[in-house]
């Protein structure tokens, strides 16, 4: 199983980006995927996760209001859609599976090489 990251790129503060997770192996109703970022120097961070059987999404504090997280079963994939994007965004997002809700990165396995997002003020 891997899971792969794409859709970044460089956006004005304020516009708007959506990044996809296509998951290459089986995700079952019991796992969890999760969208950490990790911007230059600082520690990998959770933004928000999706079970995978319920559709229940979590976000964090720092991006709830402006992220939406949504899956699509039928291509295996989960969606990051980011509205009212702002610097501090800026990092390289990725994506991973786990069997619960966790929010350390320790949790999780399958990353991709992740997908650049910088946001320009």
């Known amino acids: 199983v891997q899971l792969q990251a794409s859709g970044g790129g460089l956006v004005q503060a304020g516009d708007s980006l959506r990044v996809s997770c296509a998951a290459s192996?089986?995700?079952?109703?019991?796992?969890?995927v999760a969208w950490f970022r990790q911007a230059p120097g600082k520690e990998r961070e959770f933004v928000g996760a999706?079970?995978?059987?319920?559709?229940?999404?979590y976000l964090a504090d720092s991006v709830k209001g402006r992220f939406i997280i949504s899956k699509d079963g039928a291509k295996n994939t989960v969606y990051l859609q980011m509205n009212s994007l702002k610097s501090e965004d800026t990092a390289v997002y990725y994506c991973?599976?786990?069997?619960?809700?966790?929010?350390?990165?320790?949790?999780?396995?399958?990353w991709g090489q992740g997908t650049q997002v910088t946001v320009s003020s």
């Open positions: 991973g599976r786990g069997n619960g809700l966790e929010y350390a990165p320790a949790h999780y396995s399958y």
């Open positions: 192996g089986r995700i079952y109703s019991s796992h969890v």
């Open positions: 999706i079970r995978w059987g319920t559709g229940r999404t």
